[in-house]
């Protein structure tokens, strides 16, 4: 399996054209009216793009409180499981980590403004997801949204994911080999990044007057040993196997016989 392969080689790979371009469309007209409905609110006008109302979002409230409420509004909206976490994406997941999957329910947007270079929480230096919590169970997942030519994705350093927990300091590492190889992942809306707690990467620069959006999402199987702080972040579960599928309908940890016979229950698993 080519992700397979290259996740392990590399650290990273990428996922192609597993989310239709309908979805994309959808999820950005949901943030715009989620921006919208805050600039009504606060009776100030509203354009028609996205861009002009983050801008204007923008001079009342911080960036990262923007890039917090549109995620929170599509995770309550439903949008990340049903269009985001579909089969298409699933089947090349659940190849990598079992038919178990969650996602961090509490991620926060990355929004790449032109403007923001100066700040290294919303422009990052390279980086490893172990010193935010995630461990070597899970995958991180980088999802474009608005990506247009010149608006920058993400640089990694190839294999950096053998080199284990590498020692940092105000948010970048204290060193690094000299001997090291990066590539600027190359992808499209519709496909999605994938790489490990351990791969090192930083925000490309943003050369256009629109900001880029993306979706950097957290996955992992739940069975798995916790390696390091995710289980102090919320997860929501999105896929299950026959044995937690099972679990649910028997219901407690004694299995206990006859618990609802008779009774008409709601299939928990009916979409």
Not at 22 to 51: A, G, P, R
Not at 101 to 107: H, P, V
Not at 171 to 185: F, L
Request: aromatic share 12%; glycine share 4%; hydrophobic share 40%.
């Amino acid at each position: 399996m080519k992700v397979f392969d290259e996740l392990i080689s590399n650290g990273f790979s990428v996922i192609e054209n597993c989310i239709d371009k309908k979805s994309i469309n959808l999820i950005m007209n949901e943030m715009n009216n989620c921006l919208v409905q805050y600039l009504n609110f606060n009776n100030i006008k509203s354009f028609k793009e996205f861009s002009e109302n983050f801008y204007l979002v923008k001079k009342n409230i911080p960036q990262y409180e923007i890039q917090v409420l549109l995620s929170k509004y599509l995770v309550n909206k439903g949008l990340i499981d049903k269009i985001v976490f579909n089969d298409n994406l699933l089947l090349t997941l659940t190849t990598l980590l079992g038919p178990d999957i969650e996602y961090l329910s509490d991620f926060e947007m990355a929004i790449n403004d032109k403007f923001e270079t100066d700040n290294d929480y919303l422009f990052k230096k390279y980086h490893q997801e172990f010193w935010s919590g995630m461990g070597v169970e899970a995958l991180q997942l980088w999802v474009p949204i608005y990506l247009l030519e010149g608006m920058g994705t993400i640089e990694i350093i190839k294999k950096s994911h053998t080199w284990g927990h590498v020692p940092h300091k105000n948010r970048e590492p204290i060193n690094i080999p000299k001997k090291h190889e990066t590539e600027i992942i190359k992808l499209d809306t519709g496909s999605v990044a994938v790489f490990t707690a351990f791969t090192l990467h930083r925000t490309v620069k943003n050369k256009l007057d629109k900001p880029r959006v993306a979706l950097p999402i957290t996955i992992r199987n739940p069975y798995y040993p916790n390696t390091n702080n995710v289980d102090l972040f919320n997860f929501k579960k999105i896929n299950f196997s026959f044995y937690t599928r099972l679990r649910k309908i028997l219901g407690n940890s004694h299995y206990s016989p006859f618990r609802t016979l008779g009774q008409d229950r709601t299939d928990l698993f009916k979409k």
